[in-house]
């Protein structure tokens, strides 16, 4: 895989905006994007209804805090306005696994763009700055298809490297697009199986 960050602007969905990126030879067979809008899929769902409880315990414990301080009055004075809004963080999180989530990953969607070629596939993403990512088709990576509509190729995995030292695995591919299985068939041509 190769990391790359060039140019303005996300290569376009057409064969010429992604000339620059290209090794000298190197032909674009194919080039997409996921489908835009809202998507709910199973993980989704889990994570939503884990953002309801954790939403409810967050709403709940401002609600008490402001109950017990008196908001602002009595004993606890000005703190009777700040302790409660310590809470208000948590509640933004749990509005976030509820319903923030679809959005992101929409607009994570919209910010991004897939080339094949015969050597390479390519993931180009604007979010947070401008990422190249190539991965080489070899007949040793994953290959993996799921069917939609939408349909998702996965043939990548990056170890990450999450909090307490802990690895886990996170896939790459390309996710949600219309024409998975013709882009599945070039694949599979490319690493010589068809």
Do not use: C
Not at 76 to 101: D, K, N, R
Request: hydrophobic share 45%.
């Amino acid at each position: 895989m190769t990391d790359t960050a060039r140019g303005d602007t996300l290569p376009a969905i057409d064969p010429g905006g992604w000339a620059p990126y290209l090794d000298e030879g190197e032909k674009l067979l194919w080039t997409g994007q996921p489908e835009p809008g809202l998507r709910f899929r199973g993980a989704n769902v889990v994570k939503s209804v884990f953002g309801l409880f954790f939403l409810g315990f967050s709403v709940f414990w401002v609600v008490m805090a402001m109950t017990i301080t008196g908001a602002g009055a009595g004993a606890f004075g000005t703190m009777g306005l700040v302790f409660p809004l310590f809470g208000l963080p948590f509640v933004a999180v749990g509005l976030y696994l509820v319903v923030g989530h679809f959005f992101w990953e929409a607009y994570v969607r919209k910010h991004t763009r897939y080339a094949l070629t015969g050597k390479r596939a390519f993931i180009a993403t604007a979010v947070f700055g401008r990422k190249l990512k190539s991965y080489p088709v070899t007949k040793s990576m994953p290959l993996e298809f799921e069917p939609g509509p939408p349909d998702t190729i996965w043939f990548a995995e990056e170890d990450r490297r999450g909090s307490k030292g802990r690895r886990y695995t996170v896939k790459r591919g390309f996710e949600m697009i219309a024409d998975g299985d013709e882009v599945y068939r070039l694949i599979r041509r490319i690493r010589g199986e068809a």
